[in-house]
T-cell receptor, first 114, second 111 residues
Framework: EPEVTQTPSHQVTQMGQEVILRCVPI?????FYWYRQILGQKVEFLVS????????KSEIFDDQFSVERPDGSNFTLKIRSTKLEDSAMYFC????????????FGPGTRLTVL | SQKIEQNSEALNIQEGKTATLTCNYT??????LQWYRQDPGRGPVFLLL?????KEKRKERLKVTFDTTLKQSLFHITASQPADSATYLC??????????FGKGTHLIIQP
């Protein structure tokens, strides 16, 4: 069964550094998402992406964050200058297309900012 | 703002019994409500979706109800097994929209 994959599984970085988290959504899916989950807290929506542009973003998704689909398979989340509070699990998800209901989540990338 | 509350942070159930988890929400009228399972260190896994015009949905040992008047959904696992032990997340929304999740209920099925 097709799955969303994410790399790396764990990323450690120093405060102020840039990080790029990578996702390969399920092939032929059209909508892509990033969520984050701070340890012990709920899963929070960050951004959705469709047709090569952001379709929706939350208050969390400020100017420090950006997303990109650089080619036909990858979907990336960039954090420009990481802060301690960016430490969290970051989940990518994808949705087949308009009319579909269910998002499929990847296994996540654990980001640790020191 | 939208608020989702799941009945308890942890729920202990004896194997074979029915586990019932509650999701209450305010300040929102979702067209969909979804339930996900999350294991430690893993991403959410979709279980069931119920639409606002549906009262009940079933899938194998799982059942979801949706009461838009009470603004509540109940999630039942019948004949529970230790392998059902996980955190169960309620999420509002569906389709192309970003999902709003509750904090989850940690379910422990004891043999």
């Amino acid at each position: 069964e097709p799955e969303v994959t994410q790399t790396p599984s764990h990323q450690v970085t120093q405060m102020g550094q840039e990080v790029i988290l990578r996702c390969v959504p399920i092939s032929n899916h059209l909508y892509f998402y990033w969520y984050r989950q701070i340890l012990g807290q709920k899963v929070e929506f960050l951004v959705s992406f469709y047709n090569n542009e952001i379709s929706e973003k939350s208050e969390i998704f400020d100017d420090q964050f950006s997303v990109e689909r650089p080619d036909g398979s990858n979907f990336t989340l960039k954090i420009r200058s990481t802060k301690l509070e960016d430490s969290a699990m970051y989940f990518c998800a994808s949705l087949p297309g308009q009319g579909a209901d269910t998002q499929y989540f990847g296994p996540g990338t654990r980001l640790t900012v020191l | 703002s939208q608020k989702i509350e799941q009945n308890s942070e942890a729920l202990n159930i004896q194997e074979g019994k029915t586990a019932t988890l509650t999701c209450n929400y305010t300040n929102y009228s979702p067209a969909y409500l979804q339930w996900y399972r999350q294991d430690p260190g893993r991403g959410p896994v979709f279980l069931l979706l119920i639409r606002e015009n549906e009262k009940e949905k079933r899938k194998e040992r799982l059942k979801v109800t949706f009461d838009t008047t009470l603004k509540q959904s109940l999630f039942h696992i019948t004949a529970s097994q230790p392998a059902d032990s996980a955190t169960y997340l309620c999420a509002l929304g569906g389709g192309a929209d970003g999902l709003t999740f509750g904090k989850g209920t940690h379910l422990i099925i004891q043999p």
